[in-house]
């Protein structure tokens, strides 16, 4: 079991999907998301996401490059793990 005390940012999971090899991504009700390495069992912390205030993530889905975050507060978010940024869409597909 992986928990605060492993560095895990929350107790409330509320996804876990993976990426590639051994990782995942795990979405929270308050702390946003992580990523977590299975083989290592270490949890990593993506840049940006110090101070989440985007609200719980819903969902997430990995495609490519960019990891799509559906919120409940803030909506669509976009992180790009190539360049470590996270944007926001709206309904008619402009980034924030």
């Known amino acids: ?5 492993d560095g895990l940012p929350d107790y409330m999971v509320t996804n876990i999907i993976p990426q590639t090899n051994n990782t995942f991504w795990i979405g929270m009700q308050d702390k ?13 912390l993506p840049a940006g996401t110090d101070d ?7 969902t997430l889905l990995n495609s490519g490059s960019s990891l799509w975050i559906a919120t409940q507060d803030s909506g ?12 926001f869409q709206d309904e008619k597909n402009n980034q924030y």
């Open 1 to 5: 079991m992986v928990g605060p005390k």
């Open 32 to 44: 946003g998301f992580c990523q977590f390495d299975y083989s290592k069992k270490k949890i990593l």
């Open 76 to 87: 669509l978010l976009e992180y790009n793990g190539a360049i470590k940024t996270i944007k």
């Open 52 to 58: 989440w205030k985007y609200g719980q993530v819903n």
